[in-house]
């Protein structure tokens, strides 16, 4: 699929969700129903389950909203991966007597850890009573972007992820402050090479135009200035922590915005967070994220307001943003792109699939071009109808198509520990390999590597899904109605967000059903 056609294709998603019929927007005390409760949840975590539907359907908005924010956490449930907590060296050996052998073994620990991490964090996803968290972990790691490939080392991007959770739902301002601070980060935008007499801009420039005011509301000065601000800031090399070193700091006299004092890092933080373009900045984007492509520029104005007011509350935004008509309006239903990591979550999680091992899984949701911890540079992401391209909508449609297949599929119980110890540690290495030959290691022989690369992920795919086995009759079952055709509707209200594309046979067998569904065009959409 090009470009074109992949436009066309959203595009005519979307004009199908304008014309489906849905229930009439209700008075925000009124109770949600099923339709617009599984909108809630689908638009605030992954695809939901029928339960979790039902037990919010029976809540009014503001109740409903309330809940989702009083239940959000600040710490996984699921416990890290020995790499992101070992006493490891956490940088490459140096001197004479270190050979080349030393230091690649130190990059392949460094990737074998990583991608224990994005399992970890798939595995996260999967098992938390709060999806909201994590969709705002999420969001924000894209927000405030670093990649493992430049930051190397997997224990500075697990403390990063750490922060961001346990900010996702707290303070905009201390999240901000906390992240400028980020030894991740630090490495990613240059922070630690950031002295005086040698300012580097890199972070004073992201700061401005991507965290915190946007494009067009700031001057060059005021990046050189306040990258002068932020000299000093550093990691220690034997603890990976942040470090503040004064020599390195330039005290001087700078001019940010207009005003002049011996500013440092902190101060200059304050003054962005001053400006009514951050509020302004963050709620569009948090609207593009939660409620449709194109923000309403009268109500982002009076939600930043609300936001600015707060101080910063992040849930105080996304209370308004939850609580607003247009999150609810028809229009504004299937009309975002479901992102990777969310269909491949959502698809478990709502089929009540369980996996054994999330590596596969954290692998799928890369071969459709979302690489956790890895975002593309540090814009992120850009979502949206960049998530559907004809390489990536081939692999989800192989991936639904896999998971609903009737043969070949494996109790768990089938396979003995010892072919899953194997299999595993295959996996890890294999997909340590195929990191390193997408993320800009070092390698030769490029499209030979790339080749391999995709069998070796099809391999990996095929033994994480294979450990599954979708009951389909037992999936319909949990939906009420005497008849295939009644639970047929429920299991299209529960799984699609708008009217499917092409209709489904109620009265076909239940696992043709769900396939026809899971397979339709408007499953992408949420």
Known sequence: MNPVAARRWVAAIAT???????????????VLGYDDARHLLARTGFDPTDAEVRAYATLTRAAAVAKLLRETRAIALTAPPLGAVATSPL???????????????????????GLALRAWWVQEMLVTPSPLTERMTLFWHNHFVSAQPKVRVGQLMYRQNVTLRAHATGNFGT???????????????????????????????????????????????DVKEAARAFTGWSVDRETGEFVYRPRGHDGGSKTVFGRTGPFDGDAVLDLLLARPETARHVTAKLWREFVSPDPEPDEVQ????????????????????????????????????KSPVEFVVGTLRSLD?????????????????????????????????????????????????????????????????????????????????????????AATGAASAESARR??????????????HFDSARFMAQFPGASPVEQAAWAQRLLLPVLPQQPIDPAADSLAVVRGLALDAAYQLK
């Open 455 to 468: 069998q070796r992920l099809a391999r990996q795919m095929e033994r994480g899904l294979s450990s599954l």
């Open 353 to 441: 699939l369980q996996p054994e091992q999330a590596l596969p899984f954290a692998i799928a949701a890369a071969g459709m071009g979302q690489n956790l911890m890895s975002p593309p540079n540090v814009k992120g992401w850009p979502g949206g109808e960049a998530w559907i391209n004809a390489t990536t909508l081939l692999a989800r449609k192989q991936f639904v198509d896999r998971l609903t297949r009737a043969d070949g599929q494996l109790p768990t119980a089938a396979i003995d520990s010892r072919r899953r110890t194997n299999a595993a540690r295959e996996e890890m290495e294999g997909a340590a390999e195929g990191d390193r030959s997408t993320q800009g290691f």
């Open 175 to 221: 999240l901000l402050h906390a992240i400028a601070r980020d030894p991740a980060m630090l490495v990613y935008l240059d922070g630690a090479q950031n002295r005086k007499g040698a300012p580097n801009e890199n972070f004073a420039r992201e700061v401005m135009e991507l965290f915190t005011l946007g494009e067009g509301h700031y001057t060059e000065r």
């Open 302 to 337: 009076r939600i930043a307001a609300r936001f600015r007011a707060s101080n910063y509350d992040i849930k105080a935004a996304l209370s308004e943003l939850l609580l607003c008509d247009a999150f609810y309006a028809r229009t504004n239903r299937g009309v975002l792109v």
């Open 91 to 113: 940088w490459p050996p140096r001197g004479e007597n270190v050979s080349a052998a030393q230091k690649q073994a130190f990059v392949q620990q460094q990737m074998r850890d």
């Open 16 to 30: 199908a969700a304008a014309l489906a019929t849905l229930p009439a927007l209700a008075a925000p005390n009124a």
